[in-house]
């Protein structure tokens, strides 16, 4: 319930902030999400802490979209990926201490309570920190609210960089009033470059899911049960260790995301995943039933340790900052919520069904499934992804104009210096 209240955050999100602002969307997430967590903690059945989930749920997809745009659009280009990345960063640090608060709190009295309860703390102090926090500068200009956009502006850049960024977001302002004013679900269809642009976005979100990370997050202590250790206390301790270095490997990626690019880091992240996986079937396959702690056991736990260490940096940020800045200003809230809900969906088909699959062809063979699935995302990263790394927002624009109309749209060859930097 917690991942519909996430899809269907996600969906109403995008609309949210391009009509309300960024600021407005991340309070009120965290509102939602706080009332999500004292309605769980209070719970008297277990149908109002399925309501609990699904606030949470709401509050956790709203901010998915949010966060990444609002990060994103006060960045200078030349550090975008890197901070984008940091909200990555943030969620993968959470979901390690989320680990510690559960054990922290497993001898105390009304455990679960408390485990859940404890969630709304991290809400209110964004709140209130939020509140000291000015607008994204892009919506402000694009609400023709200039004066409080170039304020906002001016304690990022410096006065030359300034005056750039002002032409920039006049010039992105003057085409959006030539357009319609407001952009409906069904338009992001109906224009080439806005399609290519999404497709591109879904896919990574879907790929993102579909090679298999959350799996490993929720199941890793099963996972490490089904290779053998049959020690629960084993299985945890295995399980904090993946989420440890789960959060160290986005730390890295938060440094080569601007470095290497992002198109780079999504193939180097993808091929060392196909590896992992593999290594995760193989040990599956040779494990023989009863036998526990053996050499296949082991096996099975380096896989996984691989798996994180090559996803963490790449597949972790890159598809969440790619889709903060590939869209157009007018778009940018509409398609990164569209997107954050395929993420969303894509997570609950492969939470709901891992675990069956498992049982019924299985564990190495779903995982060699996985396997298939990050060799066809690295097809489709090769031949829909753009690099983006260091452009402006207004050239990605470009890039997307030229795939789609090609040497008829009048412009340089964003996409020839996209495709060599790659």
Same mark, same amino acid.
């Given at each position: 319930?917690?991942?519909?209240?996430?899809?269907?955050?996600?969906?109403?999100? *995008?609309?949210?902030?391009?009509?309300?602002?960024?600021?407005?969307?991340?309070?009120?997430?965290?509102?939602?999400?706080?009332? *999500?967590?004292?309605?769980?903690?209070?719970?008297?059945?277990?149908?109002?802490?399925?309501?609990?989930?699904?606030?949470?749920?709401?509050?956790?997809?709203?901010?998915?979209?949010?966060? /990444?745009?609002?990060?994103?659009?006060?960045?200078?280009?030349?550090?975008?990926? *890197?901070?984008?990345?940091?909200?990555?960063?943030?969620?993968? *640090?959470?979901?390690?201490?989320?680990?510690?608060?559960?054990?922290?709190?497993?001898?105390?009295?009304?455990?679960?309570?408390?485990?859940?309860?404890?969630?709304?703390?991290?809400?209110?102090?964004?709140?209130?920190?939020?509140?000291?926090?000015?607008?994204?500068?892009?919506?402000?200009?694009?609400?023709?609210?200039?004066?409080?956009?170039?304020?906002?502006?001016?304690?990022i850049y410096d006065i030359a960089r300034l005056?750039?960024?002002?032409d920039h977001l006049s010039a992105a302002l003057?085409?959006?009033?030539?357009?319609?004013?407001?952009?409906?679900?069904?338009?992001?269809?109906?224009?080439?470059?806005?399609?290519?642009?999404?497709?591109?976005?879904?896919?990574?979100?879907?790929?993102?899911?579909?090679?298999?990370?959350?799996?490993?997050?929720?199941?890793?202590?099963?996972?490490?049960?089904?290779?053998?250790?049959?020690?629960?206390?084993?299985?945890?301790?295995?399980?904090?260790?993946?989420?440890?270095?789960?959060?160290?490997?986005?730390?890295?990626?938060?440094?080569?995301?601007?470095?290497? %690019?992002?198109?780079?880091?999504?193939?180097?992240?993808?091929?060392?995943?196909?590896?992992?996986?593999?290594?995760?079937?193989?040990?599956?396959?040779?494990?023989? /039933?009863?036998?526990?702690?053996?050499?296949?056991?082991?096996?099975?736990?380096?896989?996984?340790?691989?798996?994180?260490?090559?996803?963490?940096?790449?597949?972790?940020?890159?598809?969440?900052?790619?889709?903060?800045?590939?869209?157009?200003?007018?778009?940018?809230?509409?398609?990164?919520?569209?997107?954050?809900?395929?993420?969303?969906?894509?997570?609950?088909?492969?939470?709901?069904?891992?675990?069956?699959?498992?049982?019924?062809? %299985?564990?190495?063979?779903?995982?060699?499934?996985?396997?298939?699935?990050?060799?066809l995302a690295v097809v489709f990263v090769i031949?829909?992804?753009?690099?983006?790394?260091?452009?402006?927002?207004?050239?990605?624009?470009?890039?997307?104009?030229?795939?789609?109309? %090609?040497?008829?749209?009048?412009?340089?060859?964003?996409?020839?210096?996209?495709?060599?930097?790659?």
């Amino acid at each position: 319930m917690a991942l519909v209240g996430a899809m269907i955050g996600a969906a109403s999100g *995008g609309w949210i902030n391009d009509a309300y602002g960024r600021k407005k969307a991340t309070l009120l997430a965290d509102v939602v999400f706080t009332a *999500g967590a004292i309605v769980m903690a209070a719970a008297p059945d277990p149908y109002v802490l399925i309501l609990g989930r699904l606030l949470v749920g709401l509050g956790v997809g709203t901010a998915s979209v949010t966060a /990444p745009v609002y990060i994103a659009e006060a960045s200078p280009s030349e550090v975008r990926g *890197g901070l984008v990345s940091t909200n990555v960063l943030m969620i993968t *640090g959470g979901q390690f201490l989320s680990y510690l608060v559960n054990l922290a709190f497993t001898q105390v009295r009304g455990t679960w309570r408390w485990m859940l309860g404890v969630s709304a703390v991290p809400a209110v102090i964004q709140f209130f920190l939020m509140l000291c926090l000015p607008e994204s500068p892009r919506w402000l200009f694009m609400k023709n609210e200039k004066d409080k956009a170039i304020a906002v502006l001016s304690k990022i850049y410096d006065i030359a960089r300034l005056e750039d960024e002002v032409d920039h977001l006049s010039a992105a302002l003057e085409e959006e009033q030539q357009r319609k004013n407001t952009v409906r679900y069904l338009d992001v269809f109906r224009t080439k470059e806005i399609r290519l642009a999404f497709l591109a976005g879904a896919g990574l979100q879907a790929f993102q899911q579909f090679t298999g990370i959350n799996t490993v997050m929720y199941y890793s202590p099963t996972i490490v049960q089904m290779a053998g250790f049959n020690s629960n206390q084993l299985a945890l301790l295995l399980s904090l260790i993946v989420a440890a270095m789960n959060a160290g490997g986005t730390v890295v990626g938060i440094y080569l995301i601007d470095h290497f %690019g992002r198109k780079k880091l999504a193939l180097s992240s993808l091929s060392g995943v196909i590896v992992s996986l593999v290594i995760l079937a193989g040990a599956f396959f040779a494990e023989t /039933p009863g036998s526990s702690n053996g050499i296949y056991g082991w096996l099975a736990v380096i896989g996984l340790a691989l798996y994180i260490a090559f996803f963490a940096p790449g597949m972790g940020p890159v598809p969440w900052t790619v889709n903060s800045e590939i869209y157009p200003e007018q778009y940018r809230g509409i398609c990164g919520g569209m997107s954050a809900t395929v993420n969303w969906i894509s997570n609950l088909i492969v939470a709901q069904t891992f675990l069956t699959i498992a049982e019924a062809v %299985g564990t190495g063979v779903t995982f060699l499934i996985l396997a298939g699935i990050a060799l066809l995302a690295v097809v489709f990263v090769i031949v829909y992804v753009p690099e983006t790394k260091g452009l402006t927002f207004v050239e990605v624009e470009r890039i997307w104009k030229e795939r789609a109309w %090609g040497s008829s749209y009048n412009t340089e060859s964003l996409l020839e210096h996209g495709n060599e930097s790659a």
